[in-house]
């Protein structure tokens, strides 16, 4: 992890810790997901057998297998801090080789913050899904309007540069770096 900035490290951790690890055992795993699962579903009001709850459980197992086979390098089913920051480190280098399970992640990010369907995210919907993670509701607002450099809305081509900026970029006045909801690290 040497190559990685204390910046970046910090980025790359708050997203493992606040997003992934949702047990807070350390480590990523598939229970980590199926928690992810069921509070995402309980957020939008998705009961057990509502489509889009299946729609959630099939993106958000396609994640966890497209992750674990990327960042798991030792093939304990489990995804450790090392490993995460070691992939996402890989991405930074090379971020044109974007993979299956970015993208992935990325749209159903995009997918969950836009819940009017519109094409768009406005403060409103972006704070609502960041701070159903513990993150303060006044903080994502603030995150939003620095995210969206003061726009009101951001349409998907605009969420998917700024994805790239937060896990490539050292610049800490970067739009991208408040992507998930947080002011500073």
Known sequence: MAAISEFRKKKLLYVFHVFFDINQSGEIDRKDFELAINKICELRGWPEGHAKNKETHDAM??????????????????????????????????????????????????????????????????????????????????????????????????????????????DSSAPGNFIFGKTAF
């Open 61 to 170: 197992f396609k994640i966890w297998d497209g992750l674990r086979t990327k960042a798991d390098k030792d093939n304990d089913g489990q995804v450790s801090v090392d490993e995460w920051c070691n992939m996402w480190d890989a991405y930074a280098k090379n971020p044109n080789a974007v993979l299956d399970w970015q993208v992935r992640y990325m749209n159903f990010m995009f997918d969950l913050e836009d819940a009017s369907n519109d094409g768009t995210i406005d403060s409103g919907e972006f704070s609502t899904v960041y701070s159903s993670y513990g993150v303060d509701k006044n903080e994502c607002l603030e995150a939003f309007k620095k995210m969206s450099k003061g726009a009101t809305e951001v349409n998907r081509d605009q969420f998917a540069e700024l994805w790239r900026e937060y896990f490539s970029s050292d």
